[in-house]
């Protein structure tokens, strides 16, 4: 059995449409498990009343919104406790075509040595969302911010991104697929554990891929297998205080905690990040607001 987990956030109309979409196009056995991540608004109710009697669906109510990995890791457990051998992390916001699933489950099956699975995404305009990328090291992640992004010195942003994949036959490595659809082998919950609650936002998927690497589990995209990616608005605006802090933070946790980047050059990745925060703060409100949790949670890494 595979798990399915959706997080939700005030998008119950994507949630619903998400699991039709699965039940449409999936024919290996499933069970989804959805969670509300504690919305504000009345998105529990409405999933109560549209799935209560759907006996491939769990809904789960989180007794806070501690984000993706919190939110992710309550389906999770509940999966692996029923027996799933995968478990399939979905945003709401995603549609699956034909047999995606199955693909996915066929795959995971028959290559033990894979511990990290993924379709490939399409955006709604037809183009392909570009998202395989090298697990990070302090220098290709310097090379990915700005202005250093545009000299990409040696090649490095070009070899980082995978820029030469077309998406055409399957990719197994070592590195870092988009997060809005992605499956994990039971191997690798019982080799790397469950999904860091410490970041809120931002650098799941860094994080799952660098513990893959730790314990020598490949990551593997399957072109056969695709989705589409609505991108719903359930983060928000991704110029705002709010998001840009969960970005700047949890790539600083990211890189101390996992690449262990030493202090000279947590230096200068802080100071990287920190400029635009200050500057925006100097005419946004919310930026002022956080200025001073950015730099004390900072201190604390």
Known sequence: MIGIVILNYKTWEDTIACIESI??????????YVVDNKSPDDSYKQLQAALGNNNKVTLIEADRNGGYSAGNNVGIKLALNDGAEAVL??????I??????DIINEYIKKNPQVGIVGPKVILQDGRIQHFVREN?????????KKPFVNLDFFGINNKTMNKNYKYEKELQFSGILSGCCIALTKNYFKKCGLLDENVFLYYEEAIMSYKAQKYNLLTCLLPESKVLHKSSVSIGNKQSAFSRYHRYYSSMYFLRKYVKIN???YSLVFIIN?????????????????LKTFIKESKRL
């Open 23 to 32: 039940q449409k196009t999936t024919n290996c056995n499933y069970k989804i």
């Open 89 to 94: 992390l979905s945003n709401s916001d995603i």
């Open 96 to 101: 699956f075509y034909e047999n995606s699933i």
């Open 136 to 144: 990070y090291t302090f220098y290709n992640y310097i090379f990915s």
């Open 263 to 265: 202090i000279l050059e």
């Open 274 to 290: 920190f400029m635009p925060f200050l500057i925006n703060s100097i005419n946004k409100k919310e930026y002022r607001k956080m």
